[in-house]
């Protein structure tokens, strides 16, 4: 399974929408689950959400976007989304699209996907 590729990003004002897409840039991203993970200037890349491929709910959100973004996949098109709303100027950051095949367990740590795209930037401004 190749990097997969992101689009979408930009600059977008406080309280706007943006959407963000992935796709495999090779094979396809069936039976992996997808995350979005972000890195700020100066921080750590951090677990926003998830696609999981399998079974029970799919979706998977960390608690500072929840209720805000939304993660869906088109089958059709094998496509993974982030719907992002409500921007915040937190929100600011470089967007990664990651796969792989993390246990239930570990869904929410970036260390768990071993395929990272080029990331997508993202400024939310006020």
């Known amino acids: 399974q190749a990097q997969p590729v992101e689009s979408g990003g930009g600059l977008v004002q406080v309280g706007g929408s943006l959407t963000l897409s992935c796709a495999p840039a090779d094979g396809s991203f069936r039976c992996s689950s997808v995350a979005w993970c972000r890195q700020a200037s100066g921080k750590y890349r951090e677990f926003v959400a998830a696609?999981?491929?399998?079974?029970?709910?799919?979706?998977y959100l960390s608690d500072s976007v929840k209720g805000r973004f939304a993660v869906r996949r088109d089958n059709a098109k094998d496509m993974i989304y982030l719907q992002m709303n409500d921007l915040k100027l937190e929100d600011s950051a470089i967007y990664y699209c990651a796969s792989g095949r993390p246990i239930l367990s570990s869904l929410r740590q970036t260390s768990s996907y071993s395929y990272w795209g080029q990331g997508t930037q993202v400024t939310v401004s006020s």
């Open positions: 696609w999981r491929w399998s079974g029970g709910s799919n979706q």
